[in-house]
């Protein structure tokens, strides 16, 4: 299973509500999540092998929002958060 997090504009709510109907159809999908109370408005998306952030970033473009990938630096690597 892979994992990525995003950078999103998915600010409220509302907002989680539009994107889930798009993140719980995709197959490749298997659990998400968007922290609302954070700054970065982080998306945690957790799929199969053949997910890639390019198609992350399809899907919540298409739901109307904007997500970028969030590297992953020496302080990640280290703590694993």
């Known amino acids: ?3 990525y997090k995003f950078k999103t504009n998915i ?3 509302g ?3 539009t994107v889930a109907s798009y993140l719980n159809n ?3 999908i298997l659990q998400w999540n968007v922290a609302t109370e ?4 982080t998306l945690t998306v957790m799929g199969q092998e053949s997910l890639e952030p390019r198609d992350v970033v399809d899907i919540i473009n298409l739901a109307g929002f904007s997500a970028k990938p969030l590297k992953k630096g020496i302080l990640t690597k280290i703590f694993g958060s």
Do not use: P
Not at 38 to 41: L, R, S, V
């Open 11 to 13: 600010n409220c709510g």
């Open 15 to 17: 907002c989680v509500e």
């Open 26 to 28: 995709s197959q490749e």
């Open 1 to 3: 299973m892979k994992t």
């Open 38 to 41: 954070e700054e970065e408005k």
